[in-house]
């Protein structure tokens, strides 16, 4: 077998590793009418009336199909918003596709589905909530006197800004009243249990989705500060802009803080997660015969950096190890868009290292996105060797001239 095929087979067995059926099935179990959430939520369903399921992501779907073989009848009703694409009927669940990573105006249809749904849930009624990436551009709302347009542009300038999954998502969460635990205040007092697939570092339920579910640590006042560091404050639309002056100035409601009783009512629970992906991974490395080494899990460097920061661990381990060997990274690094091309951060990496391992013909290289795709693409990432650069070329594309559009 060519490395090449080694190589897409291991990432193919992380993803496999956060297959979202397989985790809501290994998570989620129903006997002797007791409702068990992993080992840490027990639920009599003698003391539920109504079970109601929501959700937004790019795994939901898949989640809530696993909840359904699970569940069934004992739902009442649900809606679930994903990305265009990756949507197919569900028997008790009704389903919305809508735009990623720029939101759009069947995301917000969704999402006033959702809303809906929760109010309508009660004390005695259980609410399951099924999070997963994408879910922050997916369930979407307005501020008072915003457009679809305004919300857009302000994604396309903080996605292109270099700024952070926390800093994107700090800005969402007060342009929004779902957002930063908004949904949870719409569920209360009806109880709710939120199961998520993590797509950011660390796991934070606050940043994943931008925390509809929980609480939120941020201000306006770090709102306005991240859009003045990049730089975009300025070119932000004006109706988002006096959106934040009114919330700085006191004008409009804070995000849900850590104090608020409205959260003992939710329950928020990580079932997969990228480091998980990474064990999966490594097993399928050692099965092949790879001597393998999960070597960091939370990179968040610009791409450039982490190409650096490959290279020389690259070098480091070579010196070390004279087996042929798997060095497994992960992380969410970060990328500023200088021109309007397709592509993603995942792809732009593997560009940089095709030209770092154009004269090394013992290393391949795979870049790839666990949620399915990288950037505004059909492409979840890019292979690449000591042979990339030349086959480019021979196809009259100059690597050096693409990689320059990036910084």
């Not at 919300?151 to 800093?167: C, F, M, P, R, V």
């Not at 560091?229 to 804070?254: H, N, V």
């Not at 920061?309 to 070390?320: A, M, P, T």
């Not at 154009?358 to 950037?375: A, F, I, Q």
Request: charge should be neutral.
């Amino acid at each position: 077998m060519s490395k090449r095929k080694e190589i897409i087979e291991i990432f193919l067995a992380g993803l496999e590793g956060v297959n979202p059926k397989r985790l809501i099935h290994k998570q989620v179990e129903l006997e002797d009418g007791m409702l068990r959430f992993g080992a840490e939520v027990q639920i009599n369903l003698t003391d539920i009336r109504n079970i109601y399921v929501i959700g937004f992501g790019k795994a939901s779907v898949n989640m809530a199909q696993a909840l359904e073989d699970i569940l069934g009848e004992h739902i009442k009703k649900g809606h679930i918003i994903t990305k265009y694409g990756h949507g197919f009927p569900l028997k008790y669940l009704e389903v919305t596709e809508a735009g990623h990573p720029m939101p759009d105006k069947n995301g917000l249809l969704g999402t006033k589905e959702i809303v809906s749904i929760v109010k309508e849930a009660t004390k005695g009624d259980l609410v399951i909530c099924l999070i997963s990436g994408g879910g922050s551009a997916l369930l979407t709302d307005l501020p008072e006197g915003a457009t679809i347009h305004d919300l857009i542009k302000l994604n396309t300038l903080l996605l292109k800004s270099g700024a952070s999954i926390e800093e994107v998502n700090c800005v969402r969460k007060h342009l929004s009243q779902i957002k930063g635990g908004g949904l949870s205040k719409e569920a209360y007092p009806a109880k709710m249990v939120c199961l998520i697939l993590s797509d950011v570092i660390g796991d934070s339920t606050g940043i994943i989705a931008s925390g509809p579910t929980t609480y939120d640590s941020t201000t306006y006042n770090d709102s306005m500060s991240i859009l003045k560091k990049y730089k975009i404050d300025t070119e932000i639309p004006l109706s988002l802009y006096k959106s934040l002056i009114r919330g700085m100035q006191g004008k409009s409601e804070e995000t849900l803080k850590a104090s608020n009783p409205i959260f003992f009512q939710t329950t928020n629970l990580v079932i997969g997660n990228n480091l998980m992906a990474l064990e999966s991974a490594k097993k399928k490395a050692e099965a092949i015969g790879y001597n393998t080494i999960i070597v960091k899990s939370d990179l968040t460097m610009n791409v450039v950096e982490v190409a650096d920061f490959l290279i020389r661990k690259l070098n480091q381990y070579n010196r070390k190890n004279t087996r042929k060997t798997c060095l497994l990274f992960g992380g969410e690094p970060t990328v500023q868009v200088k021109g309007n091309g397709l592509g993603g951060r995942n792809q732009h990496l593997a560009l940089i290292m095709s030209v770092l391992l154009k004269d090394n013909s013992n290393v391949t290289m795979l870049s790839g996105g666990t949620d399915g795709t990288d950037g505004p693409t059909d492409a979840a990432g890019a292979v690449v060797d000591c042979s990339t650069v030349v086959h480019a070329a021979q196809l009259d594309l100059d690597v050096y001239e693409w990689i320059s559009r990036v910084k």
